[in-house]
């Protein structure tokens, strides 16, 4: 995977976070892959909260992915290998959306890739916890 750094937030609190997903919804251009990374506890399900505002969004760790009005917001974190992505049927669901953001996909994108349709552009948002603060460093990416 290769990323370029669009923009970061140093020291961010969380109730920056509207603000940092307002600034990167311009920053972006759509529809868009989003692979939301960072340790367990960063608030990866939180930004999605703040970039989804207004929606019922919650992690969709158990389910795997949740169905939103413009978005469909996945947490591959209990995968546990690239070939159950397939079983996901994601290109059936993103037919009209806006933003695939997918919590912990990195490791996966090469695989995941294949199943956005090419007109989606890809991003990471990638989240650091650093003495209780975070940093969020944003990229666009490419394989």
Known sequence: MNKNLIRSWKKVYENDLSYIAHEMKDLMELPALILLEGPLGAGKTTFAKALFKGEETFSPTYSIVTNLSQALHADFYRLESASE???LEL?????EKMYLLVEWGAKYYSRLSQDIPENFHHYLMQIEVENELRN????????
């Open 85 to 87: 992505i397939e079983n």
């Open 91 to 95: 290109p059936l669901y993103l037919e």
């Open 136 to 143: 969020f460093s944003f990229y666009s990416i490419s394989h």
